[in-house]
């Protein structure tokens, strides 16, 4: 029952989200979508649609139980010389899969075509 639950949410979140992780943006067609607590579950978050997201299995892993906005956060800033190479790398891909959405788009632009990708979705692309 709460697995169907999360699945569900896991399912609604990834079409949402244009079919992409919430935090560094790979496409799922690229790494499989996990179903991420925005507010864990250690600190009380139920496993309703509002509270789920669909994120890469290494970001979910490297988010732990950090809450979404503070995770965010996190993998916006460059890190720091000797940071772990996980957080390194999912600031890395982040930036690697904006750019990319980023060409995406404009090339769609060009020939007029609707951007279906994250940041047509209204995603924050900072
Ligand atoms: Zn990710």
């Known amino acids: 029952m709460e697995r169907d639950l999360i699945s569900k949410g896991r399912k609604a979140a990834a079409a949402r989200q244009a079919g992409c ?3 560094c943006f790979v496409p799922f ?3 499989p979508a996990t179903a991420e607590h ?3 579950r250690s600190k009380g978050g ?3 649609g509002h509270n789920i997201d669909a994120a890469c299995e290494r970001c979910n892993k490297l ?3 950090m809450g979404a906005k503070r995770f965010v956060g996190v993998i916006k800033g460059t890190p720091q010389i000797g940071a772990p190479l ?3 790398l999912a600031w890395s891909r982040r930036r690697i899969w904006l750019k990319t959405h980023r060409v995406c ?3 769609g632009r060009i020939v ?3 951007d279906t990708g994250p940041l047509g979705v209204g995603r924050a692309a900072a």
């Open 21 to 23: 992780c919430k935090y």
């Open 29 to 31: 067609s690229v790494s």
């Open 38 to 40: 925005r507010v864990p």
């Open 46 to 48: 139920s496993n309703l």
């Open 63 to 65: 988010k732990a139980t």
């Open 86 to 88: 996980e957080l390194t």
């Open 105 to 107: 788009r404009d090339i």
């Open 112 to 114: 007029g075509m609707a």
